[in-house]
């Protein structure tokens, strides 16, 4: 039977549910993983498997279980669709040797995903990914060992409650009273997805008011292309903020591990103005020291702020499985990526959206400010910023060669702005003059050419996005 080449790309391996996406193809991927732990040694501390609200996605979790329990490898299921960090928690929770959760993120409703979680309850590292690849490619390539159920016992499972714990885990991490006993408005979009119900649950009780919407979980993310919270998803959000006068509104995406916020008068944030909020917030007002990892897609406001609260910060290439492993090793307080998903001290190094929320309505709390005039003092410290991202779609035919015009390209100027240096750890990054930039890479989970600027304003951002599109041919 010909088998597809399956590769795990910036947060593990995503495709199309029954092109690609199917019952045998993620069996053999359990069947690396299965692998993986029996040749580290790692098999008796078992495996976490999550699964989120799309089609499929429970069924796909049980062929995980089934296939690593055939191995003699013990299993811990979760009992309902749960967020992302939810199961990377359960995986330190129960100091198992990794995780796998079945979702697609923040893609389309056709697709679907296996992401690979370390024993940190992170993003797994590159050198873990590629040890499991190559079991992968050799189960691809025919190679696949006899059955082992023939040779010994099969593994146990145990179903865990996921989200309890959870819950808990993030009351430690943050204390939620004096948000609950503030008499604010929240609306909070869970996009259909996995995030439903953590956010009232947490914060249930109080003087606070949260409003849910889109909460019921609905595999085709009706009314958007894709459940991810960028402005073009979040209109809903938007005017339910207006309509109920609220003070801010809070956007999950599908596994709710990535965060969007709109303000009091229902205006998008972008993703780097979020981040970099949550920045001044952790370093200004709580105080943290640690410093900050973030992609080289993050915005240089961040640069900015970590010169003014004197830590540093960290670049990686784009993807939680650089950025997780960068907070671990240089003890950060805080990590993200330019697609709303934020990590903090004091929890797992992986992206959590509820989190997230919790933190930016803390901000508001300890503030006494509206977001809008949160954003008003960020842009009156590290100055105006305005930022774009463009999604390029292609056929698979054209990569290579939209590859090498990114890995050529060496303009001396965008946007009238000369250029300061590069980076090309992933893609390429043009540093410009003023702390603007422009990033082009290769989406990691998407047939998409992904162009990033920012700048001081929208003309010039609209100036350099032009240039570089010159400057790649697309």
Not at 307 to 317: C, E, H, L, Q
Request: glycine fraction near 10%; charged fraction near 20%; proline fraction near 6%.
């Amino acid at each position: 039977m010909h088998r597809p080449k399956i590769q795990f790309g910036t947060d593990g391996w995503r495709a199309i549910i029954d092109d690609t996406f199917t019952i045998p193809n993620v069996k053999a991927c359990a069947e690396a993983v299965a692998l993986h732990l029996l040749a580290n040694g790692k098999s008796e501390r078992g495996l976490v498997i999550g699964f989120d609200t799309r089609y499929g996605s429970p069924e796909f979790a049980k062929a995980v279980a089934d296939t690593v329990k055939s191995y003699g490898i013990k299993t811990f299921t979760l009992d309902v669709a749960v967020p992302t960090p939810a199961c990377s928690f359960a995986v330190v929770n129960q100091s198992a040797a990794n995780g796998v959760m079945i979702t697609a993120s923040h893609n389309p409703p056709e697709w679907n995903g296996f992401k690979i979680k370390s024993s940190a309850g992170g993003s797994a590292a590159p050198h873990e990914i590629a040890q499991i690849e190559k079991h992968l490619a050799y189960i691809l390539g025919g190679n696949s060992p006899c059955h082992p159920a023939t040779t010994r016992q099969s593994g146990t499972n145990t179903v865990l409650d996921a989200i309890g714990p959870y819950i808990e885990q993030l009351k430690k991490v943050i204390d939620t009273d004096p948000i609950r006993s503030n008499k604010m408005k929240v609306v909070v979009d869970a996009m259909h997805g996995s995030g439903a119900g953590i956010l009232p649950d947490i914060l249930g009780g109080g003087e606070i008011e949260v409003i849910e919407i889109r909460s019921n979980p609905d595999h085709t993310f009706p009314g958007m292309e894709q459940p991810e919270p960028i402005e073009r998803n979040v209109k809903p959000l938007s005017r339910a903020v207006r309509e109920l006068g609220a003070d801010v509104g809070i956007a999950l995406d599908g596994d709710a591990d990535r965060v969007g916020i709109v303000d009091e008068s229902g205006r998008y944030f972008s993703t780097l103005e979020v981040f970099s909020l949550l920045t001044d917030h952790f370093m200004g007002r709580r105080g943290e020291k640690g410093g900050v990892a973030c992609t080289i897609t993050m915005s240089s406001m961040v640069d900015k702020l970590s010169d003014n609260y004197r830590v540093p910060s960290y670049r990686t290439p784009v993807g939680f499985k650089f950025v997780g492993p960068t907070m671990i090793e240089n003890n950060c307080s805080m990590g993200g990526e330019e697609s709303g998903g934020y990590a903090f001290k004091g929890h797992i190094p992986e992206r959590d959206g509820s989190l997230s929320g919790l933190l930016f309505l803390e901000a508001m709390v300890m503030s006494g400010l509206k977001p809008s005039q949160l954003l008003t003092n960020l842009h009156a410290l590290v100055g105006p910023h305005t930022f774009e991202r463009l999604d390029i779609s292609y056929d698979e035919s054209q990569r290579k060669s939209i590859a090498e015009k990114i890995s050529s390209a060496s303009p001396n100027s965008l946007g009238g702005l000369n250029l300061q240096s590069d980076d090309r750890r992933d893609g390429v990054r043009f540093n410009l003059t003023g702390g603007s930039w422009a990033v082009a890479r290769m989406s990691g989970t998407e047939p998409l050419l992904r162009i990033y600027a920012e700048a001081p304003d929208m003309k010039t951002l609209k100036s350099i996005l032009a240039d570089t599109r010159e400057t790649l041919g697309v």
